[in-house]
Nanobody
Framework: QVRLVESGGGLVQAGGSLRLSCAAS????????VGWIRRAPGKEREFVAA????????YLADSVKGRFTISRDNAKNTAYLQMNSLKPEDTAVYYC?????????????????WGQGTQVTVSS
């Protein structure tokens, strides 16, 4: 199985940027599609972004389109979520998830492996 560890969260002012990293270990990372899912306090989890095993295909939720970018570096076994123009409503715990697939996976239930999450707090 693959182990995922997120990093890069923190406190930032509205309009600022953060880059989240998802470091994978244990299996061939390039066999895995990766997604980012967030959960804000008192809200349902929201699927934010996904990237295919090769990085050729990506998906971004409408709520983050134009502000967030998902990418990966298979040589470093790491996926990234670049978050720009952050808003207070982006405050949440962000989870990296992965599963073996050669296609884009765009639902949380598609993923069998999850990291522990990293907190992102955007102040107004």
């Amino acid at each position: 199985q693959v182990r995922l560890v997120e990093s890069g969260g923190g406190l930032v002012q509205a309009g600022g940027s953060l880059r989240l990293s998802c470091a994978a270990s244990g299996r061939t990372f390039s066999n895995y599609a990766v997604g980012w899912i967030r959960r804000a306090p008192g809200k349902e989890r929201e699927f934010v972004a996904a990237i295919s095993w090769s990085g050729d295909s990506t998906y971004l939720a409408d709520s983050v389109k134009g502000r967030f970018t998902i990418s990966r570096d298979n040589a470093k076994n790491t996926a990234y979520l670049q978050m720009n123009s952050l808003k207070p409503e982006d405050t949440a715990v962000y989870y990296c998830a992965a599963d073996v697939s050669f296609r884009l996976l765009v639902r949380p239930q598609d993923y069998g492996y999850w990291g522990q999450g990293t907190q992102v707090t955007v102040s107004s």
